[in-house]
């Protein structure tokens, strides 16, 4: 999530009461996870593991826990506790907002008059609304929450909800304070009871003509390319990439942070651990090419006859 305008790295190390280590005239532009970096970033390293990743990324502010010297082009920030001074820049610069009173919609919002919204339906603020689109009764539309033209969302539909993401400490699960937004594009169906979390900083997207059914949950920062259709009770975890003209039938479960190739098809209760190529179908769990899988079942059912076979002529 980008700031309205660049920050000096001065003032943000003010605030979390963090030691300057390298450019102290560096401007920050936003605060971002480490998987949606952009150049002027701020990210925070919590674990070793992310530190080389952290220092190759476009980030250009980090804070890190240990005193050392960054490359080029960046700085480090020094706290004793990067996660929780990470969390207190978003609570600082983008702060729960109550958008209600009495209303139901914030008035911080632009919903194209053509619009037809049920009057259950709460609006959080900065959300956008285009052409022809149809909320049914119960929906809940977190803000910066962006939709398209033409988008039915079904009655119970959940858009823009905190991401599922915590960092444990001392046995206690903290939660990383979300600051991204979902965007749906064009012509996408939603259905009933469906939950799509918005990004953890970045964006989750749904593409253009996409159909969603019931009883779906999309996790943060996933991405789904256009004229996809997701059936129901499909749970997505959190920054998989799905591209365009996948099919997933119902129950499938997919993993965080993989990507489903273009044309998948996915049969139902379907695990999916691992990224696919796309012009294939799978099954199984963990799901593999369905034509194997096929072969393989095919000789299990002969196994028994071998058996008998075998006894025969030991016989």
């Not at 001065?10 to 102290?24: D, H, P, Q």
Request: aromatic share 6%.
């Amino acid at each position: 999530m980008n700031f309205q305008s660049p920050i000096s790295v001065s003032e943000i190390a003010e605030r979390i009461n963090a030691t300057i280590v390298g450019n102290k005239n560096i401007l920050a532009t936003g605060l971002n996870e480490i998987h949606k970096v952009e150049l002027g970033s701020i990210i925070f390293v919590g674990h070793e593991k992310y530190l080389k990743k952290a220092l190759y990324s476009e980030a250009t502010v980090i804070i890190v826990n240990t005193n050392q010297q960054p490359p080029e082009g960046k700085c480090f920030l020094i706290h004793e506790s990067p996660f929780a001074a990470y969390n207190s820049l978003v609570a600082h610069f983008y702060p729960f907002k109550s958008a209600f009173g009495k209303e139901m919609i914030s008035q911080e919002t632009e919903i194209h008059e053509s619009a037809q919204i049920h009057t259950s339906v709460v609006i959080g603020n900065g959300v956008t609304i285009g052409k022809n689109c149809i909320i049914y009764p119960n929906v809940v539309i977190y803000d910066n929450t962006h939709i398209g033209d033409n988008v039915i969302i079904q009655s119970g539909a959940i858009i823009g909800g905190q991401a599922f993401y915590y960092d444990k400490k001392g046995g206690d699960y903290i939660k990383w304070i979300s600051c991204g937004w979902v965007q749906i594009e064009d012509d996408v169906e939603i259905g009933a009871n469906t939950t799509i979390d918005k990004g953890v900083s970045g964006i989750t997207r749904i593409g253009k003509g996409t159909k969603i059914d019931n009883l779906v949950h999309i996790g943060h920062g996933v991405e789904i390319g256009k004229n996809c259709l997701i059936a129901a009770q499909c749970g997505i975890g959190g920054k998989t990439i799905i591209e365009d003209d996948v099919i997933c039938w119902g129950q499938v479960g997919i993993t965080k942070d993989i990507r489903i190739g273009k044309g998948a098809v996915i049969s139902a209760q379907s695990g999916v651990s691992k990224s696919l190529e796309g012009g294939k179908a799978y099954y199984g769990s963990p799901a593999r090419e369905i034509r194997t899988v096929h072969k393989e079942l095919a000789a299990l059912r002969r196994v028994p006859d071998l058996i008998d076979k075998l006894e025969s002529k030991a016989d």
